[in-house]
């Protein structure tokens, strides 16, 4: 992938894999600036502790806020739902949401 392409100042969303294998889901107007304070260790956080990183997937938003609310949605979603974002299989997403609806049904009939 190729950063230098991005580095004018947008918004992103982007997901890294870190060395453990969990994923980082966080925005930013400069995603090549924000690629080298996570390889640095500059954020003393989660992903300092678990370098390298791996930026897996990424997305550019019209404005802050909008890419704000996607980094707050996907941050709440099972690790299972980020892989299928980050292979770009949306038929993917819809069967998780699909399980996720069906159960919480489920548990909603059972109290």
């Not at 019209?62 to 299989?89: H, M, N, Y």
Request: hydrophobic share 35%; with cysteine; net charge positive.
């Amino acid at each position: 992938m190729r950063l230098a392409l991005m580095s004018k100042v947008m918004p992103f969303v982007y997901i890294l894999k870190c060395a453990d294998g969990s994923y980082y889901t966080g925005s930013t107007t400069n995603l090549e600036l924000r690629m080298t304070q996570h390889q640095t260790g500059f954020f003393q956080g989660y992903t300092s502790s678990r370098l390298p990183v791996e930026l897996v997937w990424w997305n550019e938003f019209p404005t802050e806020p909008a890419a704000f609310l996607c980094e707050r949605q996907i941050k709440g979603w099972s690790r299972a739902k980020k892989a299928v974002l980050i292979r770009g299989d949306r038929d993917g997403i819809h069967e998780i949401v699909k399980q996720e609806r069906k159960r919480r049904e489920t548990l909603k009939r059972a109290t």
